[in-house]
């Protein structure tokens, strides 16, 4: 599981991708015991503060 | 690097159509953001998944969901009539207009293929059967194969895909067989685990991938023409105590439901053969 700041994930995020050599992140951000509301605000961040900045992996 | 969405669907707290109007809206947002694909367990008698005919659900994302591509993840073959499953294949790629990503597995789940009655000695001969079975009728005009478990003769097949010669086949592997077999047969690739386990997983795969000479339906759009990806259960909030609050229960009841059969069935032989690691409820910031 990598949970935290958008820093906090996009740190593993490019760790993991060097280690592994991957060129797609199957993301699972809605599981589990959340709400609705707390997986959209997950979506959110997810998808205007990691998204662009691991695009270029 | 792209990103694509998972889904078991697992059973939580509210009614399951309550459950089922969420996820909807969830893939829409997704779609919204740009992700890939959103890719569909298929599991069996177990509150891990409660969309077992992926089909019907993916149908309705389809029609929640306008650019993000969809399919299973995988759909156990051994567990359908090859000739309906590729009717469903071309409903579905008609339905989304040409989005539909098939993945295909034998089912890693002994529990699950028995309650269906599936030996799970015999589930990878019947899965390449099926395999072989399914690639030869989304292609044929009048279908015949012949095949040990499976046979048609003179088949009308009026349906077609929307994408020729059909959509592309994706494999997630949890083991070194199933990887190398993905990659012998240029499928688009997953992986899950710690990221040592994934990259046994991945390496193997890149192996027979290499050997065959590529992916045999590329995609442009991923470097190389392959997809190569990892499963990350993912939390993004304001400060990482916020993201470890919600990310902790949510994790610790996905992990409940991940291994609710394996935990049912633990004294039994079944259990011995369920090659998976038991991810255990320790939880780390950096491993799933």
Known sequence: MIAGTPDTVIAVIERQTAELGINYLLSYLFFGEMTLVQALRSLQLFRTEVMPRIAHL | ?288
């Open chain 2, 1 to 288: 690097m792209k990103v694509g969405l998972f889904d078991h669907v697992e059973q939580a707290d509210r009614p399951l159509a309550t459950l089922f109007d969420e996820r909807l809206t969830f893939a829409a947002a997704a779609d919204e953001a740009g992700i890939y694909c959103l890719h569909v367990a298929e599991h069996h008698c177990t509150p891990l998944n409660m969309v077992p005919v992926p089909g019907v659900y993916l149908a309705a994302v389809a029609r929640a969901t306008r650019r993000m591509r969809l399919g299973p993840l995988v759909y156990l073959l051994p567990l359908y009539s090859p000739l309906r499953l590729i009717e469903e294949i071309c409903m579905l790629d008609q339905l989304s207009h040409g989005r539909f990503e098939v993945g295909v597995g034998r089912g890693v789940s002994p529990f699950e293929l028995n309650y269906h009655k599936i030996d799970h000695d015999q589930s990878r001969d019947i899965f390449i059967d099926a395999f072989r079975c399914i690639s030869a009728g989304l292609t044929a005009e009048t279908f015949s194969y012949t095949g040990a478990h499976f046979n048609y003769k003179d088949v009308p097949m009026p349906l077609r895909p929307v994408q020729q010669p059909h959509p592309a086949f994706w494999y997630g592997s949890s083991n070194t067989i199933g990887a190398t077999w993905a990659g012998e047969h240029g499928m688009h690739f997953l992986s899950l685990g710690p990221t040592s386990f994934a990259k046994t997983n991945i390496d193997a795969f890149r192996s027979a991938l290499a050997k065959r000479g590529g992916a045999a339906f590329p995609k442009a759009e991923f470097r190389g023409g392959t997809a190569i990806g990892v499963l990350r259960n993912i939390v993004v909030a304001d400060t990482d105590v916020e993201a470890h609050r919600i990310a902790r229960p949510a994790m610790t009841h996905h992990l409940d439901m991940l291994n609710w059969l394996r935990d049912m069935h633990s004294s039994s032989d079944l259990a011995a053969r369920l090659s998976v690691p038991r991810l255990s409820k320790k939880i780390s910031r950096t491993e799933p």
